[in-house]
T-cell receptor, first 117, second 112 residues
Framework: NAGVTQTPKFQVLKTGQSMTLQCAQDMNHEYMSWYRQDPGMGLRLIHYSVGAGITDQGEVPNGYNVSRSTTEDFPLRLLSAAPSQTSVYFCASSYSSRGSSYNSPLHFGNGTRLTVT | GQQVMQIPQYQHVQEGEDFTTYCNSS?????IQWYKQRPGGHPVFLIQLVKSGEVKKQKRLTFQFGEAKKNSSLHITATQTTDVGTYFC????????????FGGGTRVLVKP
């Protein structure tokens, strides 16, 4: 199994450009999410999805869009890139744990390092 | 919003010594997970604690969940160079629909 695959690994954008970060998982996980990682800030949730056709906002959703047309894929779109979006982006997935106090661990992709100039 | 604070932010440890990193939440947690991220890598799940006062061990790593389920700790004994990395706690807040919130992480550097 490939696990969680993110592309590209690196990307440089100019302010105002748009792009899509790709994320795919082959573990049949219902739950998928996007995080951004900035120094000293830990991992902050951007958007998440509990299943195909369902998405919701996390802590820092502004400037990003997502869609979940299939169980496997969860792309993250930057509509108009800004320097504040320079960060490392991680996609993560897990089995859904609705109504349970036990939550399946997150499986992370290798990340996309994005620089916006 | 719900917050998870992690201290210290940095930890310089002499090889062979012990250290502890702490995780504190502003509200009661359903459970807490710990992850390790090696330099240049991605976070990897280590363990999950669910019960009040729970203690779990993984070789030289000991994880504790507080009685009030608002704090947790990770204690590493006899630190090795392989322990280098950033350790994150991530708590699920009952009051926030069980959303997972990550702490800021403790970056561990080991001096040989």
């Amino acid at each position: 199994n490939a696990g969680v695959t993110q592309t590209p690994k690196f990307q440089v954008l100019k302010t105002g450009q748009s792009m899509t970060l790709q994320c795919a998982q082959d573990m049949n996980h219902e739950y998928m999410s996007w995080y951004r990682q900035d120094p000293g800030m830990g991992l902050r949730l951007i958007h998440y999805s509990v299943g195909a056709g369902i998405t919701d906002q996390g802590e820092v959703p502004n400037g990003y869009n997502v869609s979940r047309s299939t169980t496997e894929d969860f792309p993250l779109r930057l509509l108009s890139a800004a320097p504040s979006q320079t960060s490392v982006y991680f996609c993560a997935s897990s089995y859904s744990s609705r109504g349970s106090s036990y939550n399946s661990p997150l499986h992370f992709g290798n990340g996309t390092r994005l620089t916006v100039t | 919003g719900q917050q998870v604070m992690q201290i210290p932010q940095y930890q310089h440890v002499q090889e062979g010594e012990d250290f502890t990193t702490y995780c504190n939440s502003s509200t009661t947690l359903s459970n807490i997970q710990w992850y390790k991220q090696r330099p240049g890598g991605h976070p990897v799940f280590l363990i999950q604690l669910v019960k009040s006062g729970e203690v779990k061990k993984q070789k030289r790593l000991t994880f504790q969940f507080g009685e009030a389920k608002k704090n947790s700790s990770l204690h590493i004994t006899a630190t090795q160079t392989t322990d280098v990395g950033t350790y994150f706690c991530a708590g699920r807040h009952k009051a926030a629909g069980n959303k997972l919130t990550f702490g800021g992480g403790t970056r561990v550097l080991v001096k040989p």
